[in-house]
Nanobody, 128 residues
Framework: QVQLLESGGGLVQAGDSLRLSCVAS????????MGWFRQAPGKEREFVAG????????YYADSVKGRFTISRDYAKNTVYLQMNSLKPEDTSVYYC?????????????????????WGQGTQVTVSS
């Protein structure tokens, strides 16, 4: 099992930047990938970005492409989500997730059910 701990959320103004961090512990050596999801009040959880743990290949939701960057520090078992040009509609609780088993060599999982480990979430609020 993998344990995840997020940090870095906060209250910012539109146009500002934030960097979220997620530290993984436990059985991390064979992880397939990690992802960031978000869920706003009254809305379904949605995929934001993902990264393959070994290769570092990245994937993004259309809504954040060009603004958000996911990266990982393999030695520190940490994944980051750099969020630039934040908009009020980015306001959500952001969750880090990890998947250990293989999924695909060409696609990346984007459904919450495809990930077995979750962090507690960190609130990001963007004011207009």
């Amino acid at each position: 099992q993998v344990q995840l701990l997020e940090s870095g959320g906060g209250l910012v103004q539109a146009g500002d930047s934030l960097r979220l961090s997620c530290v993984a512990s436990g059985r991390t050596s064979s992880m397939y990938g990690m992802g960031w999801f978000r869920q706003a009040p009254g809305k379904e959880r949605e995929f934001v970005a993902g990264i393959r743990w070994i290769s570092g290949g990245t994937y993004y939701a259309d809504s954040v492409k060009g603004r958000f960057t996911i990266s990982r520090d393999y030695a520190k078992n940490t994944v980051y989500l750099q969020m630039n040009s934040l908009k009020p509609e980015d306001t959500s609780v952001y969750y880090c997730a990890a998947r250990r088993s293989h999924y695909s060599i060409s696609d990346f999982p984007t459904k919450g059910a495809d990930f077995g480990s979750w962090g507690q979430g960190t609130q990001v609020t963007v004011s207009s």
